[in-house]
């Protein structure tokens, strides 16, 4: 049965090679095998197609070398070309040289080995993108030099540029291409200093002016050009270079450029002229270049308290140093993180507290309250402050057990509860109790923090047992357990390993069944 089957199907693969339609026999081709049969569709089937689909196939070198030549489409000849065997020189010399497809043109010259024949391809070649191909492989520094020179494309000169060291050549580039980034490479490669100063005075094109500018050395030619160059991004190359003052504060004053001046104010070392950059100039980056480069205290302290753009003033508290200043801009200062910028640098514990208290910006409340040590203020932010995070700081800061233990029972939220009940249990557990009980009884914890809770109590009820006016409190406790009990929240019976809260209970009523806690 398998033998006909192979049988039927070799017939019917026979008879599509033959089909007068081309996806058959194309078909056929893809599953064919005999290398003879192979090698006649490669060279004789009527459509390019099914004859590309063979000549994938075929690894005879004289058949893909004939396709190679004599394939009448161009992409059979190309596939040919980068299947034929590196010894085939000859045919691949004659390709690169004369086949009528620059895309096969270009195969050949990627494979062949002789140097004659890729130079003649890279200055001869009609088709661009076979120059570059052919100029990719040359290595003689003269032909590229010649190509940097002669080439019609723009791109194929620049890629030789590039690649040349050809003082000359690079000369002729840098004056005489009419390729603006040709020109601007070659200069990035000119030493000589009146080539740069030439080129920078006088290259119609800014980008190359440009190249030239961040090359020059001479002071006097790079002040004419900060002076008196027309176009302002090659100003600017030569402020940046510039040492002179005198020039540069005439920059900073009289230039039209916001950039221009901003450049020029980096380099300046005259106070008072960065004082009126800084406080006047109507651009806010030169104002912020001039307040970044200033030492002057007046200057700054000016820039803290009257600037409207936010970055500036904040540049200006940043190099405060004068306390009273510092203060006013943490008072009154309209961007809560300009004013805590301010708080940073203050150390006077009343602004500080004053801060903590009144500021309308939680942000900035909290921030002072890092630096904040005054009892009163930590009871009363810890107590009434509107912000849970600011009161939840307060709470960890302000270490007083009857401020612990109100803001354990009374404290909005949940979170700032369990964190005051956590730090009382841990200074002054008898204290801890009623928070503890309420927190249970409240119905708002997780499982884990009512696990927590209740374990707390435990511990406090074992240190304390003997006391005699802890035993209402401990009432109270059963008594919250057996309301716990019956719930419909189950996450309050929940049991586990470490707290089981049936048991918890029978111990409120005989604490002699603690007394023996080896094994838990």
């Given at each position: 049965?398998i033998?006909s089957?192979?049988?039927r199907?070799?017939?019917?693969?026979?008879?599509?090679?033959?089909?007068?339609?081309?996806?058959?026999?194309?078909?056929a081709?893809?599953?064919?095998?005999?290398p003879?049969?192979?090698?006649?569709?490669?060279l004789?089937?009527p459509?390019?197609?099914?004859r590309y689909?063979?000549?994938?196939?075929?690894s005879?070198?004289?058949t893909?070398?004939?396709?190679?030549?004599?394939?009448k489409?161009?992409?059979?000849r190309?596939?040919?070309v980068?299947?034929?065997?590196t010894?085939?020189q000859d045919?691949?010399?004659?390709i690169?040289?004369?086949?009528?497809?620059?895309?096969t043109?270009?195969?050949?010259v990627?494979?062949?080995?002789?140097?004659?024949?890729?130079?003649?391809?890279?200055?001869?070649?009609t088709?661009?993108?076979?120059?570059?191909t052919a100029?990719?492989?040359?290595?003689?520094p003269?032909?590229?030099?010649?190509?940097?020179?002669?080439?019609?494309s723009p791109?194929?000169?620049?890629?030789?540029l590039?690649?040349s060291?050809?003082p000359?050549t690079i000369r002729?580039?840098?004056?005489e291409?009419?390729y603006?980034p040709?020109?601007?490479?070659?200069?990035?490669?000119l030493?000589?200093?009146?080539?740069?100063?030439?080129?920078?005075?006088?290259?119609?094109?800014?980008?190359?002016?440009?190249?030239a500018?961040?090359?020059?050395?001479?002071?006097?030619?790079?002040?004419?050009?900060?002076?008196?160059?027309?176009?302002p991004?090659?100003r600017?190359?030569?402020?940046?270079?510039?040492n002179?003052?005198?020039?540069l504060r005439?920059?900073?004053?009289?230039?039209?450029?916001a950039?221009?001046?901003r450049?020029a104010?980096?380099?300046l070392?005259?106070?008072?002229?960065?004082s009126r950059?800084?406080?006047?100039?109507?651009a806010e980056?030169v104002?912020?270049?001039?307040?970044?480069?200033?030492?002057?205290a007046?200057?700054i302290?000016?820039?803290?308290?009257?600037?409207i753009?936010?970055?500036?003033r904040?540049a200006?508290?940043?190099?405060?140093?004068d306390?009273?200043?510092?203060r006013?801009?943490?008072?009154?200062d309209?961007e809560?993180?300009i004013?805590?910028w301010?708080?940073?640098?203050?150390?006077d514990?009343?602004?500080?507290?004053f801060?903590?208290?009144?500021?309308?910006?939680?942000?900035v409340?909290?921030?002072?309250?890092k630096?904040v040590?005054?009892?009163?203020?930590?009871?009363?932010?810890?107590?009434?402050?509107?912000?849970?995070?600011?009161?939840?700081?307060?709470?960890?800061?302000?270490?007083?057990d009857?401020?612990l233990?109100?803001?354990?029972?009374s404290?909005?939220?949940?979170?700032n509860?369990?964190?005051?009940?956590?730090?009382?249990?841990e200074?002054?557990?008898?204290r801890a109790?009623?928070?503890l009980?309420?927190?249970?009884?409240?119905?708002?914890?997780?499982?884990?923090?009512?696990?927590n809770?209740?374990?707390?109590?435990r511990?406090?009820?074992?240190?304390?047992?003997?006391i005699?006016?802890r035993?209402e409190?401990?009432?109270?406790?059963?008594?919250?357990y057996?309301?716990?009990?019956?719930?419909?929240?189950?996450?309050?019976?929940?049991?586990?390993?470490?707290?089981?809260?049936e048991?918890?209970?029978?111990?409120?009523?005989?604490?002699?069944?603690?007394k023996?806690?080896?094994?838990?």
């Amino acid at each position: 049965m398998i033998q006909s089957d192979d049988k039927r199907n070799r017939r019917n693969g026979d008879k599509n090679l033959n089909s007068p339609n081309w996806k058959k026999r194309l078909k056929a081709v893809r599953k064919l095998t005999d290398p003879e049969q192979l090698a006649q569709i490669a060279l004789n089937d009527p459509d390019p197609r099914v004859r590309y689909g063979a000549i994938l196939k075929v690894s005879a070198p004289e058949t893909i070398r004939r396709a190679a030549t004599e394939d009448k489409a161009a992409m059979n000849r190309e596939l040919a070309v980068r299947k034929l065997p590196t010894e085939a020189q000859d045919t691949l010399k004659r390709i690169a040289r004369l086949d009528a497809d620059p895309e096969t043109r270009a195969a050949a010259v990627s494979r062949v080995g002789d140097f004659e024949t890729i130079r003649d391809v890279a200055l001869h070649d009609t088709d661009k993108q076979t120059r570059e191909t052919a100029l990719s492989r040359v290595n003689d520094p003269e032909t590229i030099a010649l190509i940097a020179r002669t080439d019609e494309s723009p791109g194929i000169r620049h890629t030789a540029l590039k690649e040349s060291a050809d003082p000359e050549t690079i000369r002729r580039a840098a004056f005489e291409d009419s390729y603006a980034p040709i020109r601007k490479t070659a200069v990035t490669k000119l030493n000589d200093p009146d080539d740069l100063r030439t080129i920078a005075l006088n290259d119609p094109d800014r980008i190359v002016r440009k190249a030239a500018v961040e090359k020059l050395r001479d002071p006097e030619t790079l002040k004419f050009v900060a002076l008196n160059e027309p176009n302002p991004y090659v100003r600017r190359a030569a402020i940046v270079r510039l040492n002179d003052q005198e020039t540069l504060r005439r920059i900073a004053e009289h230039d039209s450029d916001a950039g221009a001046r901003r450049e020029a104010v980096r380099n300046l070392a005259d106070r008072e002229t960065l004082s009126r950059a800084a406080l006047e100039d109507t651009a806010e980056k030169v104002r912020l270049a001039a307040v970044k480069r200033t030492d002057d205290a007046e200057t700054i302290r000016a820039v803290a308290l009257r600037e409207i753009v936010t970055d500036i003033r904040l540049a200006a508290v940043e190099k405060l140093n004068d306390p009273e200043t510092i203060r006013q801009v943490a008072l009154t200062d309209c961007e809560p993180y300009i004013r805590m910028w301010a708080i940073d640098k203050i150390s006077d514990s009343d602004t500080l507290a004053f801060i903590a208290r009144s500021d309308k910006d939680a942000r900035v409340r909290r921030r002072a309250l890092k630096k904040v040590t005054d009892p009163e203020t930590l009871r009363q932010a810890a107590l009434n402050d509107a912000d849970a995070d600011v009161r939840s700081d307060a709470i960890t800061k302000c270490g007083d057990d009857k401020t612990l233990a109100r803001a354990a029972l009374s404290d909005g939220e949940i979170q700032n509860r369990i964190l005051a009940v956590d730090l009382l249990y841990e200074t002054e557990p008898g204290r801890a109790v009623e928070p503890l009980i309420e927190l249970l009884r409240s119905g708002n914890l997780e499982v884990y923090q009512a696990q927590n809770a209740a374990k707390q109590l435990r511990q406090i009820y074992r240190s304390e047992r003997e006391i005699a006016p802890r035993r209402e409190t401990i009432e109270n406790a059963q008594r919250s357990y057996q309301v716990l009990r019956h719930t419909d929240d189950d996450r309050y019976t929940h049991h586990d390993d470490d707290f089981d809260i049936e048991t918890f209970r029978f111990r409120l009523d005989d604490p002699d069944q603690d007394k023996d806690t080896s094994g838990e």
